[in-house]
């Protein structure tokens, strides 16, 4: 049915030594997550309409598709534990809790966007929730999330003086596996044994070049990480409760061994590669097929079938995520564009010549501060 | 003439050269099934087939030094860059390879290799996506540099840089692929390192490289209602530099401005006032003035993006502080 047949690579924890079973959140917390995805689903569209009325500029990603990945894998990591991805990355800020206004208003390059409109789409940093970025350069996220691990771990044992006790997301696509620097990073993570876990949304598509065009063995991307050492699974990317139950154990054993962990998490990108792809690569019939398993409808029927959902309340729940990023774009369209002393301010913390340093300096501080603080 | 767009320029530039030489090819991402990300190979795979019109992972710094290596055996390559922004991650083949090849081994091997892409701001892309890089590779010897501004002096300086025996980066500008000119049907080249006198004038001597030329003929055009007859150069080439061109020019007009594309640290605009000022020590009646992109990452938000970069306004503004009618 698609370039890669799903059953080519079942989707398991091959190499977990036994099977767990793995029990899932309460139905508050399930709903949640149906709300969460819902809400990314519809910040994507407006979005969308946001380009289209040139509202946004530059190059806009979007993650209709996807959103069980981001909401999943998150789902499966504590609040402090750092997240790091490409330029796809509205889903996973979202996920991590940003504040859909704050995207909103990066995206129309507003002073209320999470990086003052600095940024843009493709660069969504939120220092708050543990958002490392969005990264335009593919692949290049990803020695960074090498060092995001270790930043932990180093913290956690050498200025903490305990156990490494975190675990960091980085995502990439399929298409950045060819990346050197991904090589680079893989083995470092392996042979320093940082807590990271690597995460291709394997979406099938690197613009237009199907993973088996450009990938040596491209169905059994897991092996790539074996050839590393590296515990290795490929997991149902299209079902947030998949995700998770797959993500949890491997999340457990990587903050507790302190070992990076590699996943291929089979998904599909319901939109084009950016605003500008007709998609001829691929055919509709294609399309039609992972439509039909959209992860949102999923998660809902999984929902009403155990009675934690209504047909009524799911319409309702629809109908607060529109209201609330109706609210997002409001706000957005009310932050005004950053003034033109923001083009000098944030490229040294300090003043020099026409530079006047930087809005929130203490984040140089942050950890001394903690040491001093828990020392004293 | 017929009228053809720049993105058509470049592609008859390539597929000349490869019907007249089959150890021509062009390797990069996306430019054989889809048709290159911005259309440029457009139908280059039907006519070449892929063993010509290659397709790459997303590995910039294997298929330049992919290139490298077959240029060592003597294949001219073309490798395209999505953008040069992404040429970064190919730093060391490009640089520490394709340029130093000749002298590393003596003369044994030498590098006839093509590199080309977007260069500048697209428009929004942000710090990571808009690089100039001119100023920067333009420190390396060993490489020389292109930079069209117009579908003529595209097919041109390409087809040149195709037959060049030496590494070539061709920088061309998204920004500019849709714009069409004349441009003649059979094959010419043009010779790398020689400018194009674009406007004649005689009260200040403004020149440019790439699309930025564009905004000083639109300058030229406010300033001469002023009375300020501007005379303006499409650099064409940044190495070589065509100095001796300027250098007429300004030995005419006694005044120049320099309008580089990239950050002035450095630069190209550096470059070009130094060897003026030591050229034209004595014609000079002001000192070069320069515009460049002010000394920021490019940010995203448009309000920023334009006032970062070069305009028309302050080009207009330079040439009038340096014939002191600020
Ligand atoms: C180094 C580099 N080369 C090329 C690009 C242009 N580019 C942007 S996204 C992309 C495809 C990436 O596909 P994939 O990694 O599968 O991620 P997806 O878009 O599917 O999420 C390419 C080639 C880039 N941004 N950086
Ligand atoms: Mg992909």
């Known amino acids: 049915m698609t370039a890669i047949p799903m059953n080519q690579t079942d989707p398991t924890t091959e190499s977990s030594p036994e099977t767990e079973v793995v029990s899932l959140p309460t139905g508050d917390v399930l709903l949640g997550w149906l709300r969460d995805m819902m809400l990314i689903r519809e910040f994507e569209v407006r979005s969308m309409q946001a380009y289209q009325n040139r509202l946004a500029g530059g190059f806009l990603h979007v993650y209709n598709g996807q959103e069980a990945v981001a909401v999943g894998t998150i789902a499966a990591v504590n609040s402090d534990d750092p997240v790091i991805t490409a330029y796809r990355d509205h889903g996973h800020a979202l996920a991590r809790g940003m504040k859909p206004e704050v995207g909103m208003a990066e995206l129309f390059g507003r002073i209320g966007g999470c990086a003052k409109g600095k940024g843009g789409s493709m660069h969504f940093f939120d220092a708050e929730h543990h958002m490392y970025g969005g990264h335009g350069i593919v692949g290049a996220q990803v020695p960074l999330g090498a060092g995001l691990a270790f930043a932990t771990k180093y913290r956690d044992e050498v200025i903490d003086g305990g156990k490494s006790n975190h675990v960091t997301l980085c995502f990439m696509g399929d298409g950045a596996i060819n990346q050197g620097a991904v090589h680079e990073a893989m083995n470092l993570a392996a042979v320093l044994e940082l807590p990271v876990i690597f995460i291709v949304e394997n979406n099938l598509y690197a613009m237009g070049t199907a993973v088996e065009r450009c990938t040596a063995a491209g169905t059994h991307l897991v092996e790539r990480a074996r050839a590393y050492g590296m515990n290795a699974a490929c997991l149902e990317g299209m079902d947030v409760l998949d995700v998770y139950r797959g993500m ?26 950016s605003m500008s792809d007709p998609r001829k690569y691929r055919t509709h019939e294609e399309e039609e097929q992972w439509e039909s398993r959209d992860p949102i409808e999923r998660l809902a029927a999984w929902l009403v079938d155990r009675d934690l959902l209504t047909g009524e309340n799911f319409k309702q729940l629809g109908k607060q995520v529109r209201s609330d990023i109706r609210q997002a774009v409001k706000w957005a369209e009310a932050s005004p564009p950053p003034g033109l002393e923001e083009l000098h301010h944030d490229v040294y913390t300090g003043n020099w010549g026409p530079y006047t340093g930087t809005s929130k300096p203490e984040f140089l501080r942050r950890r001394r501060d903690d040491q001093e603080t828990s020392g004293a | 003439m017929r009228e053809i767009s720049f993105r058509d320029a470049l592609r008859e530039a390539m597929s000349d050269e490869m019907r007249r030489d089959n150890r021509v090819f062009l390797i990069g991402e996306e430019v054989a099934q889809y048709d290159g990300a911005y259309k440029v190979s457009k139908g280059m795979l039907d006519e070449f087939g892929p063993k010509r019109v290659i397709d790459t992972p997303i590995s910039e710094s294997g298929f330049a030094g992919l290139g490298i290596g077959a240029a060592m055996m003597g294949l001219r390559p073309i490798v395209e860059f999505m953008s040069w922004s992404f040429s970064l991650v190919a730093a060391d083949p490009i640089l520490n390879n394709a340029p130093k090849m000749l002298y590393m081994s003596g003369g044994q091997f030498g590098c006839p290799i093509v590199f080309r892409g977007n260069d500048g701001a697209g428009g929004q892309l942000g710090s990571t996506h808009s690089w100039c890089v001119e100023s920067m590779y333009a420190n390396v010897p060993g490489l020389k540099i292109i930079i069209p501004s117009t579908p003529y002096s595209a097919k041109g300086l390409l ?40 406007r004649t004038g005689s009260d200040c001597t403004i020149v440019s490289f790439g699309r930025p030329v564009h905004f000083c003929l639109e300058a030229a055009e406010a300033l001469a209602r002023e009375g300020i007859d501007c ?44 060897e003026l000022h030591r050229v034209c020590f004595d014609d000079l009646d002001n000192h070069v003035h320069r515009v460049h992109s002010d000394d920021v990452p490019a940010p995203y938000a448009s309000n920023l993006e334009q006032e970062m970069l070069p305009n028309a306004r302050k080009i207009c503004e330079a040439v009038r502080s340096v014939t002191y009618n600020a």
């Not at chain 2, 069409?180 to 094959?187: F, H, Q, W």
Request: net charge negative.
């Open chain 1, 248 to 273: 949890k154990p491997l999340v457990d054993r990587c903050r507790e061994t302190s070992r990076p962990c590699w996943i291929d998490m089979r998904c599909y990108r319901f939109k084009g590669h």
């Open chain 2, 159 to 198: 087809t040149q840089a195709i037959q060049d025996d030496d590494p070539v980066f061709c920088l061309e500008s998204e920004r500019m692929l849709s714009m069409t000119g004349d441009v003649p049907e059979e094959s010419y080249t043009i010779p790398i390192g020689t400018a194009d006198i674009v």
């Open chain 2, 231 to 274: 005379e303006v150069i499409d650099g064409r080439s940044i190495k070589p530099l065509d100095i001796d061109t300027f250098a007429a020019s300004v030995r005419k007009t006694n005044y120049c401005v320099v309008v580089d594309q990239s950050w002035s640290f450095a630069s190209v605009g550096s470059e070009v006032a130094a």
